[in-house]
């Protein structure tokens, strides 16, 4: 069935410092992938998704590029903020329109440091 | 943009008593809600799939009697934990997508704290 796999966290950065989080894969077909964005407290927010093979998304300042060739979706921040602090989700769809289950990785939390 | 609308953010409430958590769209309308559970440190877990004016799609392992899910309307989906006890705490979150042709992601409520004592 399908997977996520994420880097395990906790990840603590100082303010400024480039963020990388690595995500990978399995899935049959082309899913669409995402990442979700959950801070203290409150529920999921969408943050950047793509939907096609070297697609980037992209949003305040995080990026993620579809690999299909090393079924990948590493999320990345040149510079991260104090309230970047938070636990990101790496999630795929396997289904295009309407509904559909999401498949979501364990998620990652990031400790941002002033 | 689309907005979920989770009630209530926190309860607490005695061992063997039953809770109901709303889940709404509020400028959408959504035939199909999803309910989530999330414990501590791990990733949210897939319960069901709640669809209007038909049973939820339980996902394996998850108790239909205990969790009921009622999708009345196109744009609100309960789920009532019946007879909770503390092992059901936990952060229960729902999710909703927009109708449409192309890839819709989930928007999601802010969750609910559920503690049994």
């Known amino acids: 069935g399908d997977s996520v796999t994420q880097m395990e966290g906790p990840v603590t950065l100082s303010e400024e410092a480039f963020l990388t989080i690595n995500c990978t894969y399995t899935?049959?077909?082309?899913?669409?992938l995402f990442w979700y964005v959950q801070y203290p407290g409150e529920g999921l927010q969408l943050l950047l998704k793509?939907?096609?093979?070297?697609d980037k998304g992209s949003n305040k300042g995080f990026e993620a590029t579809y690999r299909k060739e090393t079924t990948s979706f590493h999320l990345e921040k040149g510079s991260v903020q104090v309230s970047d602090s938070a636990v990101y989700f790496c999630?795929?769809?396997?289904?295009?329109?309407?509904?559909?289950?999401?498949?979501f990785g364990t998620g990652t939390k990031l400790q941002v440091i002033p | 943009g689309a907005v979920v609308s989770q009630h209530p953010s926190r309860v607490i409430c005695k061992s063997g008593t039953s809770v109901k958590i709303e889940c709404r769209s509020l400028?959408?309308?959504?035939?199909?809600m999803f309910w989530y559970r999330q414990f501590p440190k791990q990733s949210l877990m897939l319960m069901a799939t709640?669809?209007?004016?038909?049973?939820?799609?339980?996902e394996q392992g998850v108790e239909k009697d205990k969790f009921l899910i009622n999708h009345a309307s196109l744009t609100l989906s309960t789920l009532t934990v019946t007879s909770a006890h503390p092992e059901d705490s936990s952060f229960y979150i729902c999710?909703?997508?927009?109708?449409?042709?192309?890839?819709?992601?989930?928007?999601f409520g802010n969750g609910t704290r559920l503690t049994v004592t």
């Open positions: 899935a049959t077909g082309y899913p669409s």
């Open positions: 709640s669809n209007e004016g038909s049973k939820a799609t339980y």
């Open positions: 400028d959408f309308q959504a035939t199909t």
């Open positions: 999710s909703a997508s927009l109708p449409g042709g192309v890839v819709s992601p989930l928007h």
């Open positions: 793509a939907t096609k093979a070297d």
């Open positions: 999630a795929l769809s396997p289904r295009e329109g309407g509904y559909q289950k999401v498949t």
